[in-house]
């Protein structure tokens, strides 16, 4: 894949998404692309935007992001999705981890480092989490 890789931000909060997108402009071979308010608007855009990585919250409305998820990997499977939220790993929904998502983050733990490293283990195949 050439770089830099687009991003794709999801989340229902637009300091959520202001964080997000300072978060992409420190981290080299990444840049944003767009963002969306819930999970319609996810599937839609992935399908105009074609991201390599998406950011994705879990709770929104309109669709949730676990639902979003398993839409968008069931279509483009090359796609990687963050799950995000403010829950802990431990607290996050049973079905988080089947959605087709590579990992999950919390919110709080988001930085330009955990993202390098969540990327870097995306081929593991073990759903990893943060």
């Keep these: 894949m050439t770089y830099p890789r687009s991003v794709l931000v999801v989340d229902d909060q637009a300091p959520f998404r202001i964080a997000a ?67 802990d790993a431990k607290d996050m929904p049973p079905d988080a981890a089947s959605s087709g998502a590579i990992a999950y983050v919390s919110k709080e733990h988001l930085s330009a480092d955990a993202l390098r490293r969540l990327w870097d283990l995306r081929a593991s195949g073990t759903f990893q989490s943060l």
């Design 21 to 87: 997108r300072a978060v992409l402009r420190r981290l080299d071979g990444f840049e944003f692309a767009g963002e969306a308010s819930n999970g319609l608007q996810a599937v839609q855009l992935v399908a105009d935007l074609h991201p390599a990585l998406v950011l994705m919250d879990i709770n929104m409305p309109e669709m949730n992001g676990i639902e979003a998820t398993r839409r968008i990997t069931a279509s483009y499977p090359e796609i990687a999705i963050i799950l995000c939220s403010t829950h």
